[in-house]
């Protein structure tokens, strides 16, 4: 090979080189592709419109939001003025019999959430969005709500965090 082929494909390593330096590629554990524009989110409180109220649900809804977000991007959390701001209202929490057994007895009850957010993007406001999301438990209908309701409202409440974080920042 000559000296000349020799610097030719240095040249075109090194091109390939400084090309490959140049570019950025932003990868999380989450699926998350936020743009480079948002940096900043907050969270307002998660009111409860349910005609069934849990009196912790709102809070734990709207502090489990804020850790997902915290937890699973790079966006600092803001009280005030952010670059994207989540809202919305606890719509339903109730509970239904599901499996019957044969003296038609309820064996199991769902317990189900159903909230309405959204998601103002002050960035591009062409992505705001509003959904409805639900997400349920389902519990041995011997035990009574009440001694099963914490540990089924943390399940319900972190799909229903998952869910709204994969539809504001994941692109699918």
Known sequence: MTSICKIKKIIILSLIAMLLGACTISITMSGASIPENLNTFTVQYINNRAPLINPNLSQVLTDGLKDRIQRESRLVMNE??????????ITSYSTQPMALKADAVSAQTRL???????CRNFKDPKKDWEQNFSAYQEYDSE?????????????????LTENIFNKAFADW
Do not use: H, M, P, Y
Not at 112 to 117: L, M, Q
Not at 150 to 155: F, G, P, R
């Open 80 to 89: 005030g003025q952010a670059d994207i701001e989540f809202s919305g209202n």
């Open 112 to 118: 189900t959430v159903i909230v309405k957010i959204r």
């Open 143 to 159: 035990n009574n709500l009440s001694d099963v309701e914490d540990e089924l409202v943390q399940l319900i409440v972190d799909e």
